[in-house]
């Protein structure tokens, strides 16, 4: 339940090395799906980074066309599927969507760190979008399967940068190490923040990004 705004702090640093695009990722009924549609309005190469969800579109955007895609990062995200709780969870939120509004504060506040400046107007930009992205999003999400990819990691072979939240609730740095195990030219970097890496470390972030693309800011 993010959107572009997630990127707005990390932007104008990461907009030093090319082009920003943030393709739509609210169509499609599952993972490929929406990784087929992205791609059709890619350019011919470049750079991927996934975030949360977005790292498993990103993988499969990596399989889907190898040739294309030159380096990928991959934040806060895991190659697990969900699991068996997870499921029933979802499944009880599906039966009650008619109530939705908005994703709660106390869920919302899960996803960071308590110290990270400005958490409080942080955790009302993110409820601020989910109320814009609203219901039909929300289903959209919990309906999509996601499934784990890990025998497949070893397809992805360009150079992968995995970045991870020392302090992630969501996304733990024990997933972060499976991800770079299983894909071959992988190295990662911790950085002390929970799952919102691109709000709690934008310019932490930014600068592991550029160093690993490999330009000079």
């Not at 609203?134 to 072979?157: C, H, N, W, Y």
């Amino acid at each position: 339940m993010l959107d572009e705004t997630i990127w707005r702090l990390a932007e104008p640093s990461l907009a030093c090395l090319g082009r920003v695009i943030h393709p739509n990722i609210f169509t499609g009924k599952d993972i490929p799906d929406i990784a087929h549609k992205i791609l059709a309005v890619t350019p011919d190469k470049f750079v991927l980074i996934g975030f949360s969800m977005g790292g498993y579109i990103a993988r499969e955007i990596c399989r889907l066309a190898p040739d294309r895609v030159e380096k990928l990062v991959l934040i806060a995200t895991s190659s697990r599927g969900d699991t068996a709780a997870r499921k029933v969870v979802k499944d009880a939120t599906l039966r009650s969507i008619d109530n939705f509004s908005a994703l709660s504060r106390n869920s919302i506040r899960r996803s960071f760190v308590e110290t990270t400046p400005g958490l409080d107007q942080l955790i009302e930009e993110i409820r601020d979008t989910s109320k814009r992205l609203g219901k039909a999003v929300f289903s959209q999400q919990l309906r999509m399967p996601r499934e784990s990819d890990s025998t497949k990691l070893s397809q992805i072979t360009c150079p992968t940068l995995v970045l991870a939240g020392r302090f992630d609730k969501l996304r733990s740095v024990e997933e972060a190490a499976e991800l770079v195990a299983g894909i071959p030219h992988a190295k990662i970097k911790i950085l002390d923040t929970g799952h919102m890496v691109p709000l709690e470390s934008p310019g932490g972030m930014a600068d592991a990004i550029t160093e690993f693309i490999g330009f000079d800011q």
